[in-house]
């Protein structure tokens, strides 16, 4: 198994969900964790205290990331910290979702700002940072949808397709620098985005599920820490889809 330790990874909307299962896999393996959220701080700490708990270096951050100087100034903080990153885990989203002919233009924008504009404002960010320091691994969270589209999620289709897009760019951009780009796709994890589902709803997704299951926060959170690892170093501009054989 391979170890992060003296590395440091930043994760934005580390605070629940996929995010925090990301903080606690990275913390496992060695490294030093910046968890950042924008609202919920008590989940925020709570996560911080069990990885300090279990003896890792912490560092708690709260930032909107769809604003270009919050984000700024959470790698800022970040580096201030821990000296160097060594690895960005773009986490963060929501969800905002109608049909279009029913969806308003600030719903649409929103999602947009947090999921794409604050993917690219972290990678704007930080994407200097690694050029000093000669490395540097970025995994964007994309998701199903952007692979296939889905009615209902104009907003977060188009983000999560606008990520795979950007992914892929920055992979050619910075790869002769030791750059690594790669987005990682789930399909139906259960988290609090999905706990809103009825049942009804959630059988019929597994219906299209070949494994018949709804993944796991720690089966994204697997797949973040391979892709971050030595051994995926030959690894860049890829999307690791990890939706139970569903695409
Ligand atoms: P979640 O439980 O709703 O958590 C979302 C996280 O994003 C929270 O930590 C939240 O912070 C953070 N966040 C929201 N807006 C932010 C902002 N403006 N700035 C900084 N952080 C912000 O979501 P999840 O289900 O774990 O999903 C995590 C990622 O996986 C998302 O990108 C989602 O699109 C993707 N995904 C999820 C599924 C699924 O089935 N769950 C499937 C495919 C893709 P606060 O806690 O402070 O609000």
Not at 40 to 46: K, L, Q
Not at 83 to 112: A, P
Not at 140 to 162: F, W
């Amino acid at each position: 198994m391979y170890s992060f330790k003296d590395k440091t990874v930043l994760v934005t909307g580390g605070s629940r969900g996929i995010g925090k299962a990301i903080c606690e896999k990275f913390a496992k393996l060695g490294a030093n964790v910046v968890i950042n959220y924008v609202k919920s701080i008590e989940a925020a700490n709570e996560t911080a205290k069990q990885l300090m708990d279990s003896g890792s270096e912490v560092l708690v951050v709260q930032a909107d990331i769809s604003k270009f100087n919050e984000s700024k100034n959470l790698v800022e903080k970040a580096i201030e910290r821990f000296g160097k990153i060594d690895i960005l885990i773009n986490n963060s989203g929501i969800t905002k979702d109608n049909l279009m002919l029913r969806m308003s233009e600030e719903d649409f924008d929103q999602v947009i700002d947090v999921n794409l504009k604050g993917t690219w404002n972290m990678c704007k960010n930080l994407t200097r940072h690694f050029l000093k320091n000669k490395s540097g691994s970025i995994i964007n969270i994309t998701s199903v949808v952007g692979l296939t589209g889905n009615p209902g999620q104009s907003n977060y289709v188009a983000s999560k397709a606008g990520i795979i897009g950007l992914t892929k760019t920055l992979a050619k951009e910075f790869g002769s620098r030791n750059i690594r780009v790669n987005a990682v796709a789930p399909g139906f994890i259960e988290t609090e985005m999905t706990e809103m589902l009825s049942d009804d709803i959630k059988d019929l997704y597994k219906k299209q599920i070949p494994l018949n299951k709804l993944g796991k926060t720690i089966d994204v959170a697997n797949a973040c820490a391979f892709l971050a690892s030595s051994e995926a170093e030959y690894i860049s501009g890829q999307v690791i889809s990890v939706n139970g054989g569903m695409v």
